[in-house]
């Protein structure tokens, strides 16, 4: 069993910064890949980014590529996402994920359904 809790969201300003950490339980967390998921009022839970367990491949999604960057460190069993420019639209509940199924250390997903573990979320508000 493995269990993630988020934190570091709140509230700031359209162009600020945050990062958020996701500190997991475990011995395996090492071969976790690991996903940053958000989901707003009324939508559905939408892929933010990945990182592959060996840290060496990750994946974001279109619309925040060049302002936020995923990373993980092992060594703490925490993944991390700082979140540069922030803009109203990134207003969401933010969750982590982790794959304990990942094969091969490059190996990461975008797909909701492959992630069979997940935090509590952590609410980021971008006002205007």
């Known amino acids: 069993q493995v269990q993630l809790v988020e934190s570091g969201g709140g509230l700031v300003q359209a162009g600020g910064s945050l990062r958020l950490s996701c500190a997991a339980s475990?011995?395996?967390?090492?071969?976790?890949?690991m996903g940053w998921f958000r989901q707003a009022p009324g939508n559905e839970r939408e892929f933010v980014a990945a990182?592959?367990?060996?840290?060496?491949?990750?994946a974001y999604t279109e619309s925040v590529l060049g302002r936020f960057t995923i990373s993980r460190d092992n060594a703490k069993n925490t993944v991390y996402l700082q979140m540069n420019s922030l803009k109203p639209e990134d207003t969401a509940v933010y969750y982590c994920?982790?794959?304990?199924?990942?094969?091969?250390?490059?190996?990461?997903?975008?797909?909701?359904?492959?992630?069979?573990?997940w935090g509590q979320g952590t609410q980021v508000t971008v006002s205007s």
């Open positions: 994920a982790a794959d304990s199924t990942a094969s091969g250390s490059h190996y990461y997903t975008r797909t909701v359904y492959e992630y069979d573990y």
């Open positions: 475990g011995r395996t967390f090492s071969r976790y890949a």
């Open positions: 990182i592959s367990w060996s840290g060496g491949s990750t």
